[in-house]
């Protein structure tokens, strides 16, 4: 008679295994191949790091150009140099906080002059105040007077009609060709001819945006001052007594209103700037 061995079932297995020792037990896992693989031994790479890029700044202006204001010791970038204080933190001035950066250029000095391009250290300074608070003058749109500017003979208008009170007057018959009632200083120029200060050119014309010359502007004065009597002395140099306003020119010396150049000229045919006209204007009323 054959005899068979014991073989026990699937249940009795799983008894049979966990009454087996600990180390029978991890033994039998090697073998059948149930041990967990080491993750040393995986295929995974290591990470390469990148080495640190050298960071270098100049001055705090490139630190602020790059937004790296404020820099801590430490972070890239930082040094002494641009750290002044030495606590530590650089750049912080600006608009980040602080204040080791370069100093601000001072501020402009405030210009306390009756306009914005006739400061309170100007050569004629007294005597643009007086054109602007007297009225004569309001300057340009923008706040500016333009002192070296050559004065037009539309404006020695405005400024001689101002002058002597904005009076009424019976407007001529015959104006000028180019002046026409829309022109910005009709009332002034019509003025100009009805007071017998101008009479205009040959051909009829003014001229109002023509430069007015040093010659012209004396003849207007004396003109507005009444044609006084004067004794000429043949002061100027370049002002003979044949000049056209030779006694209109040696009347501006008489009364103080010109003292000419330097040099014992008037020079007469040169324009009249807008600085001087108010230094004339102020010397006549004072």
Not at 82 to 101: K, P, Q, Y
Request: glycine residues 10%; hydrophobic residues 35%.
């Amino acid at each position: 008679m054959m005899r068979f061995s014991h073989v026990p079932t699937a249940p009795n297995r799983i008894q049979s295994v966990l009454r087996l020792p600990l180390f029978a037990l991890v033994s039998s896992a090697v073998v059948l191949g149930l041990a967990a693989t080491p993750a040393s031994a995986t295929n995974v790479a290591s990470p390469i790091t990148a080495p640190l890029k050298t960071v270098t700044y100049k001055n705090c202006d490139e630190v602020r150009a790059a937004g790296k204001a404020p820099l801590y010791r430490g972070q890239p970038g930082y040094s002494k140099k641009l750290d002044r204080d030495g606590d530590g933190v650089a750049c912080e001035g600006g608009s980040t906080g602080g204040g080791n950066t370069n100093p601000p250029p001072p501020a402009p000095p405030v210009n306390t002059g009756p306009f914005i391009d006739v400061p309170d250290t100007h050569k004629f300074l007294r005597e643009i105040t007086w054109m602007k608070s007297s009225g004569l003058t309001t300057g340009y749109a923008d706040g500016s007077f333009h002192p070296q500017e050559s004065l037009t003979r539309e404006a020695m208008a405005a400024f001689l009609y101002r002058q002597a009170g904005r009076p009424a007057f019976t407007m001529p018959s015959a104006g000028f060709t180019d002046v026409q009632p829309g022109h910005k200083f009709y009332r002034e120029i019509m003025w100009m001819k009805a007071a017998g200060l101008s009479k205009g050119y040959a051909d009829g014309s003014y001229r109002p945006s023509a430069t007015l010359s040093r010659a012209a502007m004396a003849a207007f004065m004396y003109r507005q001052a009444g044609t006084p009597p004067v004794s000429p002395k043949n002061r100027f140099s370049d002002v003979g007594a044949d000049h056209q306003f030779y006694r209109e020119i040696e009347w501006m010396r008489a009364v103080g209103i010109t003292t000419g150049n330097a040099d014992g000229t008037y020079r007469p045919n040169d324009p009249v700037t807008r600085e001087a006209m108010a230094a004339f204007m102020y010397r006549q009323s004072h």
